[in-house]
């Protein structure tokens, strides 16, 4: 069983706020929770709002529709109030609407003279009180959240006393759980990437901010503090990455993330990287539309982007990240495939999962750090692999020269065709190298169903979800996109499986390169691109239509 609050309000209300508690205070008790936000693209202003969906088992997507809709306005109310289920429950503060359970919290923040922002704790304290959540773990968990924001504890206490004190007489009935002390967090995908990179020994991050990775930056610094990580935030992307390559040209790990219009303007240097086979990773965090689009909305059509950025021809890798371990692990591995290869590593994340609260339990284990460093004699030195030598640049050995010109194995410049062309095939085996050493696709559920879903990203989250709850079906997920794999896949078509691409783009960008490299055309496909994520019942509509 799965239940789902949704809390809704003007952006700046402290929406965020509220539904972040409920968050931790329903993992605290033993629920597995996931956590949506839908924001509007401006500073303050604007419909925005917070769904957490929970359950006593796993739960990693969102449901379409609500069982409990918490309103701080009238035109978030209208907005909002399609999405509520048919028997759902609705909260409200709006003494102009006759419907649903009245909390007056103007009045209440009145009586107890206490500032208007505390009018959220009341909501806090009766979403929790009709959800028979006891209210001592409520207070436990406000007053630490805000601990470091010198707000007076007497005053929060009485305003969830309020919260408690609300009468109402619908019921709800909630999943099971047996309120145990959850030792389980929640993290979303943002600070799992911050966490990843600091712990496979980044040293150095460099960005612009650019929604939605721009968190990245806080929580690189929030964790690598002590660690002595060099934070900067650049003028613009070009200098960002620039900077990036530098430090990984001197031997220090360096990070770089952007998104849409901000990784157009870093494919000049991605390029760069693949002549100089200087090591790269570029998390690219994915939002809807072209151009600006909807930048605090979610899709994933950047693959073909990712995979073709730069000009001329050189080989690199693309990986999408899907959830928490997944952005933890992926981006330790990035770079170790970009030291390794000596390639730009660009990994694929979206505003579905770096924005999302998901619950987690342990991180998974670390990916030993490689460096793949030696004492170079020739730095391009012309190889079967295509992987020539590398050191850290010093005065203590020979010249070192990395050249963005076309060179020749010792670096030097030149136009010479035999040369050109030497080089140009060296680069180009690392390709080769590196698709032997890359993982098939993941098959969960793979020996039930007869129908197979092949997809990326978060919509991973999304099928999983209903094969826990007991679907029939199979779920083929890539997380390495190029180059790309597809022994499995032929394998699964020959077997006569019924095939469905799920995508959260227009033009089914991963099927096209599928259907490039098979020849299978996947005339059944699942694609969205309203900005919204994969929500439960849309792949359940689709799978009932095709019965």
Known sequence: ??????????????????????????????????????????????????????????????????????????????????????????????????????????????????????????????????????????????????????????????????????????????????????????????????????????????????????????????????????????????????????????????LVATSGGGFDLMTETISCSGMTETPLVVILGQRAGASTGVPTWSGSSDLNIAIKAGHGEYPKAVLAVSDIESSYTLVQKAFNLAEKYQIPVILLTEKQITESLFTVGKLPKNIPVKRYLSDMTTRYKITDTGISPRRIPTFDKEPYLSNSDEHNEKGESTENSKEIKQMTEKRMRKLKTLEKELPQPELCNPHKSETIIVGWGSVKNTVLDLIFQGEDIGYLHYEYLFPLKTELLNTLIKRGKKIILIENNQTGQLGEMLKEKTGYPFKKRILKYDARPFFVEDILEYLKNEK
Request: glycine share 6%; with cysteine; net charge positive.
């Open 1 to 254: 069983m799965r239940y789902s609050i949704k809390i809704a309000g003007q952006s700046g209300q402290g929406i965020n706020t509220v539904g972040i508690i409920i968050s931790q205070i329903l993992n605290s008790i033993g629920y597995t929770t996931f956590s949506y936000r839908e924001y509007p693209s401006v500073i303050k202003g604007g419909v925005a709002s917070y769904q957490i969906d929970f359950s006593d088992k796993q739960i990693n997507s969102s449901s379409r529709y609500c069982n409990i809709l918490c309103s701080l306005d009238k035109n978030a109310l209208e907005e909002y109030l399609p999405t509520l289920q048919k028997e759902g429950i609705i909260i409200h503060n709006l003494k102009e609407y006759p419907k649903g359970i009245l909390v007056d919290t103007q009045q209440m923040i009145t009586e107890l003279k206490a500032p208007t922002i505390m009018e959220n704790t009341i909501m806090v304290a009766f979403i929790c009180n009709i959800l028979h959540i006891k209210q001592n773990i409520v207070e436990k968990h406000i007053l630490e959240y805000f601990k470091e924001k010198k707000v007076d504890p007497v005053l929060e206490k009485n305003c969830i006393t309020k919260g408690y004190s609300i009468e109402y007489t619908q019921k709800v009935k909630l999943p099971p759980v047996p309120f145990r002390i959850s030792a389980k967090k929640i993290l979303n995908g943002n600070e799992a990437l911050a966490l990843g990179a600091i712990s496979c020994g980044v040293r150095a991050y460099y960005a612009y901010p650019m929604t939605p990775i721009t968190a990245v930056f806080k929580h690189i610094q929030e964790y690598g503090a002590s660690r002595g990580v060099l934070l900067k935030q650049a003028e613009n992307e070009i200098t960002a990455i620039q900077m990036t390559l530098g430090s990984m040209h001197m031997g220090t790990r360096a």
